[in-house]
């Protein structure tokens, strides 16, 4: 670097202590000098930079300079990416790495261990090759065990939320077990998976080892070099468990820091050059494996998914509400997104499977999602953690996952997890202000403690094969609503149709029962005002009466036969009633006049049976009760309902007019009305088409009344939908 006066000023950093290093620039003048080169060498000293790499390589390498410099001219004008060369060197075989990066020559080299690497080492591969590999990572640890003659090989995986875990191993008795050892974010931060980025592996033969100074003119990256150090956490942590030596491989998976193979001595112990890039192919190549087998999976998932889609979209399709089929399968909801527990809110009612919270709790958990700007997808596996206090009560789960179906219909999904309890290793930097140690060197030295901490209050994320299945519902709906829009634009179509047949079936009707009905007509005069009418004439209008009553029963019961082929049978469908009652409540008030009528609602379950037909239901029986209250000075309505194994039950209580005893049986007869309600107004024909209602649902209705009491309606609907 240059010092203002326009001198270059000597930077230094540390490698570790097994490797020498030069690096110079493509022009071949050297900019950095490890400190063990000259003590190897005796002809570059570490004040020298600035000499030409040529002369050196000349000086230094004797008969093998010749072939080194082409490497070298090879590498400096990207001929070749990288060189890798033998030496002897003072009776010595060296590995001479040499390669560019960031546009400076590398030339690094360090001593070889093994002539060879064995057949029989090889054969430690051969797992690499079978076709059908399912557990890829204990192969992996075992093989990597036997090459380098480790005591601990261990599998660590980076989950999204940051953490990591230990999920195989290969262990000599009686080194400590690392397998399923949870680490905090901090082990595996992002700085720290950047220093594992872009290398083939980090190593270290005996980690108390003192470092080596290289010593520069200028910055110079140490991402590529053999010889870097391992991030400070680690280092400690390997210290920690007394671990000597370390080969740390990265597992790069969809070009994604996917974990490491951890590789401990608990001793010092050198690995070949070559021994280690083995191992580096072996992890490259099983995270190849691993690769294809999370596609395989994915695509075995996506499958389950279809699957699980057709049947969806089946019901959704045969069921008459989106709300009806997502009931049905409520299950598979939660079977394919590995939830502990589902619900499905709409409108103010939910309908729950597993574990779930109260409905208290869920109106709480909806307002929240509301406040979300993430929409239509809300996932969150530490929600206790992080939103206990903004529910009222304890909840029983730990994550969950919110989904709005629709934006208009207030209509939500929503899957929990329960908690899972985990003890997490935790590795910090000890505080800043506290007194920092240092090297020999006037370097500030890293302090960590580490401790083991118990993490509550979160669940097991969800990961992408939760979300794209939640998200493929979510589409589905859409799909579904706007083919329903269709299907009941067909609907209405055929609606429009059976009126103008109504209609014309009306107009036919009117207009042929005058003749005949004219006829009885007439022969009934006849009869009544002739006094002598003889025998023949007798027998005359009497054919002709019967004649006419005939017609007349051909003619209505050919409608009657019309009429019936045009039935519409009821779809029954889980039908929430909590909105649709208080909507009743409210316009019957107005209707009849009754502002000051009070309504006493309990809990309104959800029933089987078509909306349109349930709201005719209730309009009569609460118009009824909110009709004969009008006179009273505190008229009072109570609405409730509790539900079985088997049976809804509504009750309808009001304290108006009553019924007269003598006229309870009737109750329910067309065009029947009680003595004292004559002075309100009506038909007579409601109760009795509540009825008929009723008997087709296959429910049925009761009533019991006290003169100037008031009336008790008590309505059963089946629970089951078939």
Known sequence: MKSDNGLYTEVQTRIQSFGHLVVSTLDLQIIAVSEHVSALTDQLRVHETGTSLADFVRRCFGEAATRILTAIHEISTFQSPRKLILHNLRDRVYYINIYVFQNRLYMEWEQQEHEAILAAEMNEIGFLFEQNLYDAWSSLCFSIQKLLGFHQVAILQVAETGGSRVIAEACTAPYPVLLHTEFSEAYMSADIQAHYMGRAYLYTPDIDAETQMVETTEHIDLSPCLFKQFPAEHAFYMRSIQVVSALFLPIIIDNRFWGLVIAHHFESRRIDLQKRKLCSFIVQNAASKQAGLNKQRRLEHLADIKHAERELKSALSESKTIHAGLIRNIHTLAKLTRADGVAIYFQGENVAFGLSPNEAQLEEIITLFKQQTRRPLWKDYNFREKRALEISSAIPFAGLMVLQLNDMDDHYLVWFRKESVNRVLQIDQQDARSSVPRSEWGEAVPSFVIWERTVRNTAIPWDEHDISYALSVHNLINETIVNKSKENDRLHDELISLNNELEMLTFTLSHDLKNPLSI?????????????????????????????????????????????????????????????????????????????????????????GEKSVLYQIFLNVIGNAVKYTSAHQAPQIAIDSVQDENWVTYQVEDNGIGIPSEHLPHVFDLFVRASNATTFDGTGVGLGLVRRIMDRLGGHISLCSELHKGTKVTMVFPRDCR
């Open 520 to 608: 009885v007509k007439m022969g009934v005069q006849y009869m009544v005002e002739k006094k002598d009418v003889s025998a023949e004439q007798q027998q005359k209008w009497g054919e002709t009466l019967l004649k006419g009553i005939a017609d007349i029963e051909n003619l209505v019961q050919n409608a009657v036969q019309l009429c019936q082929s045009k039935t519409y049978e009821y779809a029954k469908e889980p039908t929430p009633m909590a909105s649709t009652i208080r909507s009743l409540c409210q316009e019957a008030q107005l209707v009849h006049n009754n502002p000051n009528c009070v309504f006493q609602l309990g809990k309104l379950h959800a029933i089987c």
